[in-house]
């Protein structure tokens, strides 16, 4: 194998699958520490810790995910099949099967995390809205966690379902179907759908919500000497739209050219 081949190798064996597994690691005792913290009647009360037990939820999803739809199937090109005749064939069955059911479901969960991290952040901006602020009463519905959490995963599992036709399994191989190549399909699937519904609306909120609360907290800062508990998690969630951003931008581009 040439030096770029032992790169992506190692990438593909070694390293994609350790960022998975230790990111569902960490994302599941987030999940569990949430719970418990639950428990006490004050946080019972507070929306947003419904919405990060959902948000981890989703993520951990995309990671176990991704491990059979992109890890295991990239992991095939590195097999000698004249070696390992028998375990190649049953990695392609098996691949065969989680891509074609496991991709729209990976897709679904990605659209969720995408549009609760939305809800998170104005839910955020709105706790931290003076009483007057004409926001502070347009955006109580997100107070509304649960009705918000099921809405979120009701449409981005609806708007998924189509993708189980994209692909299929056929004598062991996973083929694409016409439906993914028809332009039709192309414009409101990835254009419409995915890069404006899915990733530019929620985009410019997120920039939205999260400049606007960054300001009305350097504003409060210089009436305050300590930040209240509410400044405190706002600039969390500031802080988490940023690693966002840097880490979904490259990814979305790539898909939108691909």
Same mark, same amino acid.
């Given at each position: 194998?040439?030096?770029?081949?032992?790169?992506?190798?190692? @990438?593909?064996? &070694?390293?994609?699958? $350790?960022?998975? *597994?230790?990111?569902?690691? !960490?994302?599941?005792?987030?999940? =569990?520490?949430?719970?418990?913290?639950?428990?006490?009647?004050?946080?019972?009360?507070?929306? @947003?810790?419904? &919405?990060?037990?959902? $948000?981890?939820? *989703?993520?951990?999803?995309? !990671?176990?995910?991704?491990?059979? =739809?992109?890890?295991?199937?990239?992991?095939?090109?590195?097999?000698?099949?004249?070696?390992?005749?028998?375990?190649?064939?049953?990695?392609?069955?098996?691949?065969?099967?989680?891509?074609?059911?496991?991709?729209?479901?990976?897709?679904?969960?990605?659209?969720?995390?995408?549009?609760?991290?939305?809800?998170?952040?104005?839910?955020?901006?709105?706790?931290?809205?003076?009483?007057?602020?004409?926001?502070?009463?347009?955006?109580?519905?997100?107070?509304?966690?649960?009705?918000?959490?099921?809405?979120?995963?009701?449409?981005?599992?609806?708007?998924?379902?189509?993708?189980?036709?994209?692909?299929?399994?056929?004598?062991?191989?996973?083929?694409?179907?016409?439906?993914?190549?028809?332009?039709?399909?192309?414009?409101?699937?990835?254009?419409?759908?995915?890069?404006?519904?899915?990733?530019?609306?929620?985009?410019?909120?997120?920039?939205?919500?999260?400049?606007?609360?960054?300001?009305?907290?350097?504003?409060?800062?210089?009436?305050?000497?300590?930040?209240?508990?509410?400044?405190?998690?706002?600039?969390?969630?500031?802080?988490?739209?940023?690693?966002?951003?840097?880490?979904?931008?490259?990814?979305?581009?790539?898909?939108?050219?691909?």
């Amino acid at each position: 194998m040439s030096y770029s081949e032992v790169i992506s190798c190692a @990438l593909v064996i &070694y390293v994609e699958p $350790l960022l998975c *597994c230790a990111g569902f690691i !960490l994302n599941v005792t987030c999940i =569990v520490v949430f719970l418990t913290v639950w428990s006490h009647g004050y946080f019972r009360k507070t929306s @947003l810790l419904l &919405y990060l037990i959902a $948000l981890s939820a *989703c993520n951990a999803i995309q !990671l176990i995910l991704s491990i059979f =739809v992109l890890v295991l199937p990239g992991a095939e090109q590195f097999i000698d099949e004249e070696l390992f005749y028998h375990e190649s064939q049953m990695l392609r069955k098996m691949n065969a099967l989680t891509v074609r059911y496991g991709y729209p479901l990976l897709m679904a969960s990605n659209y969720a995390s995408i549009w609760i991290l939305s809800l998170i952040c104005a839910q955020r901006y709105q706790s931290v809205c003076n009483p007057w602020n004409v926001w502070k009463h347009r955006l109580t519905i997100v107070k509304s966690s649960k009705l918000c959490i099921f809405i979120v995963v009701f449409c981005a599992l609806a708007l998924n379902i189509i993708r189980f036709w994209e692909l299929e399994a056929a004598d062991g191989y996973i083929r694409v179907t016409t439906l993914r190549y028809d332009i039709w399909y192309k414009i409101i699937q990835e254009g419409i759908i995915y890069g404006c519904i899915v990733y530019g609306f929620p985009m410019v909120l997120l920039l939205w919500f999260n400049y606007n609360t960054f300001k009305l907290i350097r504003v409060d800062e210089r009436h305050r000497c300590r930040p209240s508990a509410e400044h405190r998690t706002a600039m969390m969630t500031v802080c988490v739209f940023i690693f966002f951003f840097l880490c979904t931008t490259m990814a979305a581009s790539i898909r939108l050219v691909m």
